[in-house]
């Protein structure tokens, strides 16, 4: 009776049997959960449960249980049984042993690939980076996040798999790799390092612009000098000169292929041959040679009349002068009466401009005169002139020989024809009438009528041999005169009034 007991307890252990069975998938990805459960037909007779992988034991359990392997790798895969410690009676118990099964941890996605397009930029243009993998069909859908980095250092950590750089320079250069891994970071690849070379494009077609345009600056104002690139990328120094003095006057460093200089205040000792150079890197390129000149806008001419005060009569002629004497010619010069045009020179020499008027009533008013260089117009000071009618006969009288109307040798005329006053008892107070009747200023002087050549003709009559004003006579008319009857050409009368 008590051999069947000790049987029990004698059995062999290890023995392969139906009993004991083990249940996980033939197949995982990386990063899946696996599950291996080993189960016997009456768990609770399970004293002791031990998990093998390859022929080692990998946990034990004490009762019924499952080992899970959270994360798997692909050193996860391999042959998994499991054996238990049954009992079958109360002092004897038999080791069973699972069947193996062979399970695949298979690589979720390979290592990504770091594409670079295009795998040479230059300076300053674009550049798209890609982290390019795949995932099987049956795990299509699960979602990836990408990473990029530069010398070690993240760029960008996103879910695109794709890294745009709007413009790349050449401190961007260096070595680029990527990495690509599960929402959970369970299974993460790195690509391969990739060296991006950031190429220069050296500075070319260097030239040198002024604003105001075309090296025309004005004396007292700003002058922007503007030096450019046609080509070149990167940091470029631009620095600008003075040709004729080697002066060096600044200098810029900037990622552009333009920069401007200002000169404040530009005076005529700036005028001169100026350039700019470039540099980025390559050596200096030069521009070729601006000349600075100097723009003298024309100041407030003068409008000076040759009537005598703001006074004048009908028939008078009178002389309109306008005058800069600052701006260098040419000038052109206008003349108005109100704001009706009376005439207009161009004068290529800096001696001004007259325009004469021989009066009329409707030449009462106010006058100006306005001066243009091609660099802005500026108008005189208003002149008021009234033009009254005489209320005698006027003389025909005249000062000959003199490029001013109001200085000469004294002509008078009778019977249609001109002849000349002698200068016996000739004076100031003559000169003084002779002057207001003529239109001209204050008398100044009674010269020798011979000085103002040509000496009278021959054939040209003295007309008077004395005349007797007392200088308060507005006509040398209203004078008392004196025949001729001894006098000849060289003893001809002159005056100057103002």
């Known amino acids: 009776m008590l051999l069947w007991p000790l049987l029990l307890v004698l059995a062999p252990v290890g023995v392969q049997s139906d009993w004991l069975s083990i249940d996980m998938p033939h197949h995982a990805y990386e990063g899946d959960e696996v599950v291996v459960r080993c189960s016997e037909k009456n768990n609770n007779d399970i004293r002791r449960l031990m998990y093998y992988k390859d022929g080692s034991q990998i946990s034990i359990y004490q009762s019924a249980s499952s080992y899970t392997i959270s994360n798997a790798e692909i050193s996860d895969g391999g042959s998994y049984y499991c054996m238990a410690h049954i009992r079958h009676a109360i002092f004897a118990s038999v080791t069973e042993k699972s069947s193996s099964i062979q399970l695949t941890v298979q690589e979720l996605f390979p290592a990504p690939e770091l594409r670079v397009r295009p795998s040479e930029p230059t300076e300053g243009t674009p550049v798209n980076l890609s982290c390019d993998t795949q995932l099987p069909l049956d795990r299509s859908g699960t979602e990836l996040h990408y990473s990029f980095f530069r010398n070690g250092h993240i760029l960008m950590g996103w879910k695109s798999s794709k890294f745009w750089i709007s413009e790349i320079w050449k401190e961007d250069l260096g ?161 108005y009466l109100e704001n009706i045009i009376l005439g207009n020179t161009s004068v290529p020499f800096g001696e001004g401009a007259s325009l004469n008027l021989s009066l009329t009533a409707e030449h009462s008013g106010n006058y100006f005169c306005e001066a243009d260089n091609g660099h802005g117009a500026q108008c005189s000071e208003v002149v008021a002139l009234d033009v009254a009618a005489r209320t005698y006969p006027p003389s025909k009288i005249r000062l ?86 001894d006098c000849e050409p060289d003893e001809d009368a002159g005056a100057v009034c103002e």
């Open 175 to 335: 070595y680029y790799r990527c990495e690509a891994m599960t929402a959970s970071p369970s299974v993460l690849r790195q690509s391969q390092q990739s060296y991006i070379h950031v190429q220069r494009i050296p500075v070319s077609q260097v030239s040198m612009d002024t604003q105001p345009p075309g090296g025309q600056a004005f004396d007292g104002e700003m002058l922007v000098l503007v030096c450019s690139v046609t080509e070149g990328t990167g940091d470029t120094t631009f620095s600008w000169h003075r040709e004729d003095t080697k002066e060096s006057l600044g200098m810029k460093t900037q990622h552009s292929q333009a920069a401007e200089l200002e000169i404040p205040v530009i005076r005529e000792n700036n005028t001169g041959g100026y350039y700019c150079t470039a540099d980025n890197s390559y050596g200096p390129v030069q521009s070729e040679v601006v000349s600075i000149t100097m723009r003298i806008p024309v100041s407030q001419p003068l409008l000076p009349f040759s009537a005598p005060g703001a006074l004048a009569f009908i028939g008078d002629v009178v002389e309109l002068h306008c005058e800069d004497r600052r701006a260098p010619p040419p000038i052109l010069y206008w003349f």
């Open 400 to 485: 000959r020989n003199c490029p001013h109307r109001c200085e000469g040798r004294v002509e008078m005329e009778k019977e249609g024809r001109w002849g000349t006053m002698c200068d016996d008892g000739w004076d100031m107070k003559d000169v003084a009438v002779l002057c207001w009747e003529l239109g001209c200023g204050a008398a100044k002087h009674t010269p020798a009528g011979m000085l103002y050549a040509p000496v009278a003709e021959e054939a040209q009559p003295v007309f008077i041999q004395v005349v007797l004003c007392y200088g308060t006579e507005e006509a040398m008319g209203e004078c008392g005169q004196v025949e001729t009857f």
